[in-house]
T-cell receptor, first 109, second 117 residues
Framework: TQLLEQSPQFLSIQEGENLTVYCNSS?????LQWYRQEPGEGPVLLVT?????EVKKLKRLTFQFGDARKDSSLHITAAQPGDTGLYLC?????????FGDGTTLTVKP | DTAVSQTPKYLVTQMGNDKSIKCEQN?????MYWYKQDSKKFLKIMFS???????INETVPNRFSPKSPDKAHLNLHINSLELGDSAVYFC????????????????FGSGTRLTVV
């Protein structure tokens, strides 16, 4: 079984602070996705990374795929209340994805 | 115009009943999925279909039966509902199977919260 562990599980910060969420596994993935889920809704895809060492930026969000394709990080600069939600990473192999256990982020105004 | 729509949004039913959840996607995607999210927000794949063909069938009780009449629809029928089936069920689609280097991700529906009493 391919497991993905996210840390921290819960994060509560003030508006304007920076934060990093980690997604770690002992398995190698061919690609990795990050999603954000808000209450009562389905996860929304933020980014997909496919190459070891790849870095992608989405406005204030920076995503990195580890060189060995076993881990990833999500860095948010100057967090805003609108960033509040459940962040999920998902590693994919052979047409199947395994989701991490999630990081619940709360950004207080 | 909703990309992946599933109905109903909420479903409350008694143990032993049979119920169905419907899902439709208008993205032209080839692959559709059913995921179950438990009370701890953990998402686990149940089934995936690629062009109406069953590709993934995880360890799910036989009481759960997916049906894909065409590649835009994937329905989930559940027989003899049990208390432990209570969860949020998500339908999702992707352009194709998420294979190496494809760069694909999932588009999820807004979920069906099933409560078995």
């Amino acid at each position: 079984t391919q497991l993905l562990e996210q840390s921290p599980q819960f994060l509560s910060i003030q508006e304007g602070e920076n934060l990093t969420v980690y997604c770690n596994s002992s398995s190698v993935f061919s690609s990795l996705q990050w999603y954000r889920q808000e209450p009562g809704e389905g996860p929304v895809l933020l980014v997909t990374v496919v190459t070891g060492g790849e870095v992608k930026k989405l406005k204030r969000l920076t995503f990195q795929f580890g060189d060995a394709r076993k881990d990833s990080s999500l860095h948010i600069t100057a967090a805003q209340p609108g960033d509040t939600g459940l962040y999920l990473c998902a590693g994919s192999n052979a047409g199947k994805s395994t989701f991490g256990d999630g990081t619940t982020l709360t950004v207080k105004p | 115009d909703t990309a992946v729509s599933q109905t109903p949004k909420y479903l409350v039913t008694q143990m032993g009943n049979d119920k169905s959840i419907k899902c439709e996607q208008n993205l032209g995607h080839d692959t559709m999925y059913w995921y179950k999210q438990d009370s701890k927000k953990f998402l686990k794949i149940m089934f995936s279909y690629n062009n109406k063909e069953l590709i993934i069938n995880e360890t799910v009780p036989n009481r759960f039966s997916p049906k894909s009449p065409d590649k835009a629809h994937l329905n989930l029928h559940i027989n003899s509902l049990e208390l432990g089936d209570s969860a949020v069920y998500f339908c999702a689609s992707s352009q194709a199977l998420i294979r190496a280097g494809s760069g694909y991700g999932y588009t999820f529906g807004s979920g069906t919260r099933l409560t078995v009493v």
